[in-house]
């Protein structure tokens, strides 16, 4: 910067601000003015040219229908042009690897897609539990703790440096939290029982109660049971 900008840096400082909303980003090809606002924002004030007379006459109906498609169309190719991106550097990273050992941690890919729009793109992480023939694994779910065999094809190392615990992690597939303990109960009968139920990094406040059915398999639900043996269930 010359010196004689030094003292005058706050008056070029919106100029170098536009400069950058203006300017297509490597990564997406497309500026962050247009990708945030379409051409409803229009970054040249016509700072270094005079303004032309010339106006075109559109109805209000047609400009902002216009706005939305170029929009939708920069999103998309910004979207696709980042995917190839995400591509070209994963293709340049280390392979990953085509054997498991058990006790490894993996993440598996979903067959088609995602179960929802906002569900991750890898479900997991699961634990190798052993090698089913050649190409397939036999992976345990650290939820739910049931068995499934994938393709190797399908796996994928998950990071352990990523979280300290996975098991936090894989409760997001499932939507599900963990259960500190049950604290209370109503009713005897198995038909008529209901558990209340506390989970983990909750308050009281968010207590559930729960009929049997959705408690049996618990480890809370024995010790709660343990602990009250009017309860015959």
Not at 95 to 113: F, K, L, Q, W
Not at 196 to 219: H, I
Request: overall charge negative; aromatic content about 8%; hydrophobic content about 35%.
């Amino acid at each position: 910067m010359e010196l004689r900008s030094l003292k005058t840096w706050s008056r070029y400082l919106p100029l170098v601000q536009r400069i950058i909303n203006a300017t297509p980003h490597a990564a997406t090809m497309v500026a962050p003015s247009r990708l945030l606002f379409g051409s409803a924002v229009d970054t040249d004030r016509q700072l270094l040219k005079p303004i032309s007379s010339e106006r075109r006459s559109v109805t209000v109906e047609d400009y902002v229908q216009e706005l939305i498609q170029a929009q939708e169309s920069l999103i998309a190719a910004s979207q696709d042009h980042q995917d190839k991106v995400i591509e070209e550097r994963l293709s340049q990273s280390a392979e990953n690897p085509t054997e498991y050992a058990a006790g490894d941690y993996v993440v598996v890919s979903y067959p088609d897609r995602p179960p929802s729009k906002l569900a991750p793109r890898w479900r997991g992480p699961l634990i190798i539990a052993d090698r089913v023939g050649s190409d397939m694994y036999q992976c345990q779910d650290l939820v739910t703790h049931r068995f499934t065999d994938f393709h190797v094809s399908r796996l994928k190392k998950y990071n352990m440096d990523m979280t300290p615990n996975p098991v936090e992690v894989a409760q997001v597939d499932n939507d599900e939290w963990k259960v500190e303990q049950i604290v209370d109960h109503k009713g005897l009968t198995k038909k008529a029982v209901r558990f209340r139920v506390r989970w983990e990094g909750f308050e009281p406040t968010d207590d559930t109660w729960l009929p049997y059915s959705e408690c049996r398999d618990l480890e809370a639900l024995d010790v709660y049971l343990a602990a009250h043996p009017e309860l015959r269930l």
